[in-house]
């Protein structure tokens, strides 16, 4: 009894698996057609299209993938990534549809289908990019975000929304504390744009990008002189723009911060009853931060020691 269950079990498993094989007079071969091509590009593109026709999406999608492996060189492989990003996208896979898009960049950059395809691309970050960057968001998810829209400046740096893309990345950076990722896109802006428009834009937010790069425990002076001086220089050159009120924000927060080093600094060496090296910096305070609250203390107390 055990042999013949053996003998059973045996003969399921070989037909399971013969189930998956055919045999081809053409080539006296066992062949699986889920691993099978069509014999030219043209026979397997029609076939992948028929599929999609029919609904069969999930087939289609196999078939056109097949086609770019085993066709690479063909007319019809651009035409394949192409539609295999339309899949994907339709699934809601954007990462897949990106990267689908990406291969006719990469490797077909003279079809007829680039700027589509670039399209295509934009559109996948910018639904990428809106979607926010929450805390449950994985950080390794927004830097993904951040990298698509990236890329599609990248494929066409020359676009006429160019610098609203760029402008939409840096600010994503900012949002996200990749602060150096954002300076180097709003520095980018700056170097390249001649719009005063987009140059009023780009520098608020650089100035802003550097402002909070700066740890609020940081006792480096230094670190605030760049800051400042970009902001007087802003002032003096943007006078109306819609950022100015923010700017002025900004310029406050600094100088209350700046005054917060020199005051720590003073009220060490008062402690220390080191009175007239405090006296310096309290008259620093005082002369140059006269607004802030630790200048109006600083006067108070140069005033009572007089």
Partial sequence: ??????????????????????????TGKWLNPKYAVQGTPKEQFEFA????????TGGALLEHEKLVKHYPDSEYAS???FIAGEIYRSRGENKRAFDSYQRIVDKYPSSPLLMETINRQADIAEEEIAKGS?????????????????????????????????MDLGKFYLENKEYKKAKETFSNIIMKSASS?????????????????????????????GVRKKIETYLSLYRDSVYIDEIIKIKNKLMEREAKKYNE???HYE?????????????????????????????KKLSGNN
């Fill in 1 to 26: 009894m055990r042999y013949k269950l053996i003998l059973f079990l045996s003969v399921v498993i070989s037909l399971n698996c013969f189930a998956f094989w055919e045999w081809t007079p053409q």
């Fill in 265 to 267: 600094i003073a009220s």
């Fill in 49 to 56: 299209e028929q599929l999609r026709k029919e609904g069969n």
């Fill in 134 to 166: 929450g805390w449950l968001v994985l950080k390794e998810r927004k830097i993904e975000r951040g990298e698509m829209l990236a890329t599609v400046i990248e494929n066409h740096p020359y676009a006429e929304d160019t610098y609203k893309r760029a």
């Fill in 197 to 225: 428009s987009v140059l009023a834009e780009a520098q608020f937010y650089l100035i802003k990008t550097e402002f909070l790069a700066i740890p609020e425990v940081s006792t480096d002076i230094k670190q605030y002189d």
């Fill in 271 to 299: 402690k220390s009853g080191k009175w007239e090296s405090a006296k310096y910096y309290y008259s620093i305070l005082a002369e140059n931060y006269p607004d802030t609250n630790y200048g109006k203390d600083a006067h």
């Fill in 79 to 81: 035409s394949s990534c």
